[in-house]
């Protein structure tokens, strides 16, 4: 049996819902990000199941891959609105950004453990020292052979993988083992593209290169991830429980988003970074990464609306 509807009830909840679908309209415009290598996947996730949500439908979100210092040259004169990174931001880009009037808040949005590996067809290593990789890469290296890392190991070139000067993976790998950013041998294969590096380590059986733990974890089937020796510890295979407490060190670090202020004023900007913080820990750990602690995630959010707040005020 129908129910009469009265005819101005109806009327009300059609306009009802055209106002709603509006609303969703509304929210349109592009979202520029550019940066990270490493930060890449977690970024392109986020954006991905971004657009999936019908009242984002008019929302553009681009994702490029420069490299964290190549990302910050593009954040540090408002080409982008978003910069991923794998470090922190330097003083020089610091310094660039005040003089272009770029103000930017700091996200951590999980935790990365940079990963050395070896083809599948190497026997011989079973561990490196973080002695041993800085008797590898750093600058004016002698090592030329295997052989001449460790004793027993076989008298074959050395095929080095690593990411570009432009990475922030290439300062975290160089300040942690060489001690010095950017100090590091120059007769290597470079590639900000971190899939270059890993068809370079598979394809070559006396490779050895490193790079984001999402890399390897995607790639498990063909590359090694080799187990790291700190000091007199025990050594240390990259894995989400060694990368989240802490003990596969020193090359465990987090992992950040920059946000460009008054780019995040713009409403299809501010939606999206609600939205990456309240989906990067599900969406990180998807595509190989350590989510943060949810308290951190909810610290964060608060922590934009309130910056963001303060900011937009100044």
Same mark, same amino acid.
């Given at each position: 049996m129908y129910r009469w509807i009265p005819r101005m009830l109806i009327v009300a909840l059609v306009l009802g819902a055209s106002s709603f679908a509006l609303a969703g309209e509304k929210l349109r415009g592009t979202v520029r990000i550019d940066? $990270? $290598?490493t930060v890449f996947p977690i970024s392109e996730a986020v954006a991905e199941e971004f657009g999936k949500i019908r009242d984002h439908a008019r929302v553009r979100v681009t994702v490029g891959v420069s490299g964290t210092g190549g990302g910050f040259k593009k954040f540090c004169v408002g080409e982008t609105d978003i910069n991923d990174a794998s470090r922190p931001i330097k003083q020089k880009e610091i310094d660039k950004a005040k003089k272009n009037n770029i103000r930017y808040l700091e996200l951590p949005v999980a935790y990365d453990g940079l990963s050395v590996v070896i083809n599948k067809a190497n026997t011989w290593v079973d561990h490196l020292t973080t002695d041993e990789l800085k008797k590898i890469w750093e600058p004016g290296s002698s090592v030329k052979t295997w052989a001449d890392v460790r004793e027993g190991w076989p008298s074959k070139p050395i095929k080095l993988y690593g990411p570009g000067t432009d990475s922030g993976t290439f300062d975290y790998f160089t300040e942690?083992?060489?001690?010095? $950013?950017q100090a590091s041998r120059a007769d290597f294969t470079k590639s900000e593209d971190d899939n270059m590096l890993v068809k370079g380590v598979a394809g070559d059986k006396y490779a050895l290169g490193y790079f984001g733990f999402a890399y390897y974890v995607e790639n498990k089937e063909i590359l090694k991830a080799v187990p790291i020796k700190e000091g007199n510890k025990a050594p240390v295979l990259p894995t989400m429980e060694t990368i989240n407490k802490g003990t596969y060190s020193p090359l465990s670090r987090p992992i950040f988003i920059y946000v460009n202020v008054d780019a995040a004023k713009r409403p299809e900007v501010k939606e999206f970074i609600r939205f990456y913080i309240k989906n990067a820990g599900k969406l990180s750990k998807e595509v190989?990464?350590? !989510?943060? !602690?949810? $308290?951190l995630y909810r610290e964060n959010l608060e922590r934009f609306e309130n910056d963001l707040m303060k900011l937009a005020s100044n």
């Open positions: 940066g $990270s $290598s942690t083992i060489n001690g010095k $950013s190989g990464y350590i !989510p943060l !602690p949810d $308290s």
